[in-house]
């Protein structure tokens, strides 16, 4: 109504600072989300290198597995062990990319819960100090 009669100048203004914020917020958004990803990724990898050790008797039964898979394609039996070595590292990458993504999807939720949270007791705040005012006047 009064944007309107001062000839919309100022609306534009409004509709093309929204737009760029919009767009700058969606992009600093996912760039956190992305770091956060990739960083629950590399500790997830790290902390499945640590529990592999060469002696374990479950990683010398899952690579033998995984070659086991190749015997019928590959007869030679190193590139097979090879080949076995990368699928139980495709795997492994896989499992902690999936944890990286559950952490991630904790973060936000997190972040979520606790921005509602505090916009409720601000506004339960608002009421009870509206009544308390209220009561307050004559």
């Known amino acids: 109504s009064k944007v309107i009669a001062q000839g919309g100048s100022k609306m534009t203004s409004f509709v093309a600072l929204f737009g760029i914020t919009q767009a700058v917020g969606s992009l600093v958004g996912t760039a956190f989300v992305q770091t956060y ?8 990898l790290a902390d499945f290198a640590n529990q ?16 086991n898979r190749y015997r019928s ?12 070595t ?8 896989l499992h902690a990319r ?9 973060a936000i939720s997190l972040i979520a819960s606790s921005a509602a ?8 705040c608002g009421q009870f100090s509206g009544l308390f005012i209220r009561r307050q006047s004559p």
């Open 37 to 44: 990803l990739f960083y629950s990724q590399q500790l997830h």
């Open 52 to 67: 592999a050790t060469t002696s374990s008797a479950q990683l010398v039964s899952a690579l033998s597995e995984a070659s």
């Open 73 to 84: 394609a590959i007869s030679d039996p190193v590139l097979r062990a090879g080949e076995g």
């Open 86 to 93: 990368l699928q139980f590292a495709q795997q492994t990458l």
């Open 98 to 106: 999936v944890a990286a993504y559950n952490d991630v999807f904790l």
């Open 117 to 124: 949270a505090i916009i409720g007791v601000a506004m339960l």
